[in-house]
């Protein structure tokens, strides 16, 4: 009996051939399933981005909310503020493309705030939908470590006690 790798301990890390199931339908060119790419200072939810890629032919949809916390580094955070390099939208839609390529049969979307965020505030939002849900939750891991690594946005931090940093979002 052959292992079905949409079940059971395929590994998470696998690699978006080892996750295709054969008669699953086609899901169309890369273009078409990176569904929405944004970089600005309106709000985002991961319930927008999971609609985005709202699919029949998908059985799962896999989201991130990549929230602002109270802490970090043993210090309190009052709170944050993006900023973003005038090709932040064009880097962050060229990779939806790299990882609608990379997965063919995910449907991507994911968005990045900038500005003044408050503790709680979503700053960096993603959802990808797939037939099965490895191919979905491997897509979108790859999703949000390829944002960090390659757009360019930065965080200031304000802390509770009134000091900042900067820090590089890239890498």
Do not use: N
């Not at 090709?87 to 705030?113: G, K, M, T, W």
């Not at 797939?130 to 790859?142: E, I, L, V, W």
Request: aromatic fraction near 4%.
């Amino acid at each position: 009996m052959s292992e079905d790798p949409t079940r059971g301990t395929t590994p998470f890390g696998a690699g978006a051939d080892a996750l295709r199931i054969a008669g699953d339908p086609a899901m169309g060119t890369a273009v078409e399933r990176a569904r929405h790419a944004s970089v600005g200072a309106d709000e985002i939810s991961a319930s927008t981005m999971a609609r985005a890629v709202t699919d029949p032919r998908c059985g799962a949809v896999v989201t991130f909310d990549g929230v602002v916390r109270d802490h970090d580094g043993g210090q309190g955070v009052a709170r944050l503020e993006y900023s973003a390099h005038p090709s932040a939208e064009q880097v962050i839609a060229e990779v939806a493309a790299e990882i609608a390529e990379r997965y063919p049969d995910c449907l991507v979307a994911v968005a990045h705030r900038v500005g003044p965020l408050a503790i709680g505030e979503s700053a960096l939002v993603c959802a990808v939908a797939a037939p099965h849900r490895k191919q979905a939750f491997a897509a979108c891991d790859d999703l949000v470590d390829t944002v960090k690594q390659r757009v360019p946005i930065w965080k200031h931090q304000i802390f509770a006690d009134g000091t900042s940093e900067w820090v590089g979002a890239l890498g």
